[in-house]
T-cell receptor, first 110, second 108 residues
Framework: ETGVTQTPRHLVMGMTNKKSLKCEQHLGHNAMYWYKQSAKKPLELMFV???????ENNSVPSRFSPECPNSSHLFLHLHTLQPEDSALYLC?????????FGPGTRLTVL | GIQVEQSPPDLILQEGANSTLRCNFSDSVNNLQWFHQNPWGQLINLFY???GTKQNGRLSATTVATERYSLLYISSSQTTDSGVYFC??????????FGAGTRLFVKA
């Protein structure tokens, strides 16, 4: 599905770097989500924004900092990450019920 | 919190076979979706099905909310059906919980 785009698709970063993941949805939805998918684990909800307001923060460490400037864009700012943060980070959007996912950013922390 | 359990964890089918995947959840939910994750990581919506039965081509799904389970049926499986199938439930607000998935491999 091309309604939700994510950049970059792949990212390798050191533990001292600062980087940002970007998500954009072209579906006119009001809610946007960040998920983390680690190997051998279910998708974990990180954050939800509805009409730019954060409605869910699933006890995510402060080294992950979300930003939602408008209903179409969602960022995840990363700093001083750990190797165990290496995972596929997925963005989704929804209007009421059905969530639509982007292709993900595969993050490797060295 | 709510628990979501999927079975079986792994499934190998011969092309053309039928299968049933199950999702059990431990509490009432507002919303249930089935997704297929392809080998490149893309999650594709299959069904939004908090209750009742829906069909889309070779796939169908049934959710019995009062008994807290949902079933995904795949008929006449094809190699392109391979991947991981997830169910996800939404409790209050936007809180979404995914099951661990069923990894399906369809052999030619």
């Amino acid at each position: 599905e091309t309604g939700v785009t994510q950049t970059p698709r792949h990212l390798v970063m050191g533990m001292t770097n600062k980087k940002s993941l970007k998500c954009e949805q072209h579906l006119g939805h009001n809610a946007m989500y960040w998920y983390k998918q680690s190997a051998k684990k279910p998708l974990e909800l990180m954050f939800v924004y509805n009409f730019k307001e954060q409605t869910e923060n699933n006890s995510v460490p402060s080294r992950f900092s979300p930003e939602c400037p408008n209903s179409s864009h969602l960022f995840l700012h990363l700093h001083t990450l750990q190797p165990e943060d290496s995972a596929l980070y997925l963005c989704a959007s929804s209007q009421e019920n059905t969530q639509y996912f982007g292709p993900g950013t595969r993050l490797t922390v060295l | 919190g709510i628990q979501v359990e999927q079975s079986p964890p792994d499934l190998i089918l011969q092309e053309g076979a039928n299968s049933t995947l199950r999702c059990n959840f431990s509490d009432s939910v507002n919303n249930l979706q089935w997704f297929h994750q392809n080998p490149w990581g893309q999650l594709i919506n299959l069904f939004y099905i908090p209750s009742g039965t829906k069909q889309n081509g070779r796939l169908s799904a049934t959710t019995v909310a009062t008994e807290r389970y949902s079933l995904l049926y795949i008929s006449s499986s094809q190699t392109t059906d391979s991947g991981v199938y997830f169910c996800a439930v939404v409790t209050g607000g936007f809180k979404t919980i995914f099951g661990a998935g069923t990894r399906l491999f369809v052999k030619a």
